[in-house]
């Protein structure tokens, strides 16, 4: 390390090193050591300065709240590792478009990262949610359909508003699924219980169990029984989308809780990124999502044995990863092959999301490429 330290003193060498003055580094931003108002290679080279006159056992002349904003990895460490990071986001703004010091550090090591050029895909992004930092990133802003990825938004909404023991009858409902959906074949007159719809829905990615969840839930808020399917519906996905923009969904609409293609309903890879964050913080959800199988048995009697549709958790499928904690599946035409996972890796854990690939084992691959390159 000493030696990166000296190669990049040497870089800097025509730049005048600034002293460190206490009283105006008060309050100072991340990344702007002297406190000019500008992140760039002379804060780099006070960081350098004082990982040396550190490493060399001198006093130093940084204060605390400088050896803090100059720590931008949060490792506890103010040292060349920081110095690197300080000079690559002024190399990084001369050339792009204006992002925060704390937005580059975030996705420092994405923009690091060798690009995936197979399997392909429409978007995709992985993040430690220990770190916080965003290791691979394609397209993520991207406009993109939403398919079954969708139902953690409709399980989210449904478990805000409702306890999980809270006992539903399944309805007429089930005539609004759209034909050759996906199912977990609820007939009208079931009853049970709401967790136990939920794990039909992302289990076996439900359509159905995901209208019976929206329309019960809406008329449950609402407080109206008598309301109709369809305003049901249309309600729910109002609900839906209010509780989108709550947890940080910036660029979606939603139109119906399954993730039915609808022109009028998108997504991003950004946004997807922050519903599973939020999904997976709901114990009920990270669960249910974390099984492969599950025997269920309603309250009206009948007995349901679901597997879960994400390959990653089936120990007999080419595509099983011990590292696998969950999450949802997702295809429909114009979203293409879609997959969120949660993984952990080393006691750290991630979550990847791959939107658009052309082929059903393809999201495997390109996953599990992701968590082997990137962690």
């Known amino acids: 390390m000493k030696k990166f330290c000296s190669f990049l003193l040497g870089l800097l060498l025509a730049i005048p090193v600034f002293p460190a003055i206490g009283a105006s580094a008060d309050g100072i931003a991340a990344g702007d050591i002297n406190s000019d108002g500008k992140v760039d290679a002379v804060d780099a080279s006070c960081v350098l300065t004082y990982y040396s006159e550190q490493s060399t056992g001198k006093n130093t002349t940084f204060t605390a709240e400088q050896v803090s904003a100059a720590d931008l990895n949060n490792d506890g460490r103010t040292d060349a590792n920081d110095a690197t990071m300080i000079l690559a986001y002024y190399a990084y703004i001369s050339t792009h478009e204006h992002i925060s010091v704390s937005g580059f550090v975030q996705c420092y090591p994405a923009l690091n990262a060798a690009h995936i050029e197979s399997p392909y895909c429409k978007a995709a992004v992985l993040k430690c949610l220990d770190s916080k930092q965003i290791m691979y990133m394609d397209n993520i802003d991207d406009k993109t359909a939403p398919a079954s990825l969708t139902k953690l938004l409709t399980a989210s909404v449904a478990l805000n ?31 049970l219980k709401l967790y136990d719809l939920l794990t039909g829905m992302l289990m076996a990615s439900g359509n159905d169990a995901a209208y019976t969840v929206a329309v019960n ?4 808020v609402k407080g109206d029984a008598s309301m109709s399917d369809e305003d049901a519906v249309t309600y729910f996905t109002g609900l839906m989308n209010d509780y989108a923009a709550k947890i940080g969904m910036k660029n979606s609409h939603f139109v119906n809780p399954e993730g039915w293609d609808d022109d009028s309903q998108y997504t991003t890879v950004s946004d997807l990124l922050t519903l599973a964050e939020y999904a997976y913080s709901v114990p009920e959800i990270r669960e249910i999502t974390g099984v492969q199988s599950k025997n269920v048995t309603f309250d009206s009697g009948e007995i349901a044995d679901w597997v879960n549709s994400n390959c ?32 952990s890796v080393k006691g750290k854990t991630y979550i990847s999301v791959v939107v658009g690939c052309n082929e059903h084992e393809e999201r495997y691959e390109l996953t599990k490429k992701l968590i082997q390159s990137c962690t």
């Open 161 to 191: 508003y409702l306890d999980k023991n809270t006992l539903i009858t399944v309805g007429t409902e089930l005539e609004l699924v759209q034909p050759y959906s996906s199912l977990c074949l609820i007939q009208q007159g079931h009853r």
């Open 217 to 220: 839930t809406a008329r449950a």
């Open 312 to 343: 990653l958790l089936d120990t007999e499928s080419d595509y099983y990863m011990a590292e696998a904690k969950g999450m949802k599946t997702g295809t429909t035409l114009a979203a293409g092959n879609c997959l969120i996972g949660v993984f």
